[in-house]
């Protein structure tokens, strides 16, 4: 019974992005005054959550984040480490992509980044 559900879910969440054609929906990251941030996974298989504590254009030192993939098992919620900066004016379209020790993409996002 177990393999039944775990396949059943598997060909769910390829059935949902594989014939259809159709791509994950945009989730918005944060919508300030001054910022907003979205992106959309581009991983064919699989789609993930990602929230920041803040929603500000200067971006603090030390970042508390939340990241989690449900089909591999990943979560991680905490601080991550950067050279705090302020973002520039303008409208941002950046490609994400998170490896892992193996040097294997566990996730890809398209995100734009609209600063005013």
């Known amino acids: 019974m177990k393999r039944f559900v775990a396949a059943f879910f598997i ?13 994950w929906p945009t989730h ?6 001054a910022l907003e941030a979205f992106y959309q996974s581009c991983d064919p298989l699989q789609d993930f959550g990602f929230s920041l504590e803040q929603c500000s254009k200067y971006l603090k ?26 973002i520039p004016e303008g409208e941002y379209q950046v490609l994400l992509k998170l490896y ?3 040097n294997s993409m566990v996730a890809c996002a398209n995100a734009t980044v609209i600063c005013s």
């Open 11 to 23: 060909w769910t969440m390829i059935s949902h992005s594989g014939g259809s054609g159709q791509a």
């Open 28 to 33: 918005t990251v944060c919508k300030d005054g």
């Open 61 to 86: 030192s030390n970042l508390s984040i939340r990241f989690g993939i449900i089909l591999k098992q990943i979560y991680y919620a905490g601080p991550v480490n950067n050279a705090g900066f302020e």
């Open 100 to 102: 892992n020790e193996n």
